[in-house]
């Protein structure tokens, strides 16, 4: 059996966790330094869990509509595909 150790703590993790808060709109980058952007702002002025599950299910292609989808059972990328493609022309 192999075992993978992960560091959590090491430069790549690091980078990861601030490319994503930056490409969901919490944070920007200007001149090569952070700042608070407005969905930053928003959250930390209300604490507000709302203002994060807005930004996640904009930002990442309806999060509740992939876990509507998913509550029913798994499903392959291609069902998934099917799922939003059927949805989207629905809309039309």
Do not use: C, W
Not at 4 to 18: M, P, W
Not at 28 to 42: L, N, P
Not at 59 to 72: A, P, T, V
């Amino acid at each position: 059996m192999v075992f993978t150790t992960f560091n959590l703590s090491g430069e790549a993790y690091v980078k990861r966790d601030i490319s994503l808060v930056k490409k969901l709109g919490f944070i920007d980058r200007t001149d090569g330094h952070y700042q608070v952007a407005e969905s930053g702002h928003a959250y930390l002025e209300t604490q507000d869990e709302a203002v994060v599950y807005q930004v996640l299910n904009h930002q990442l292609i309806g999060i509740e509509f992939l876990l509507r989808e998913l509550f029913s059972g798994p499903k392959s990328a291609d069902e998934l595909n099917e799922a939003i493609l059927e949805t989207f022309n629905e809309l039309q």
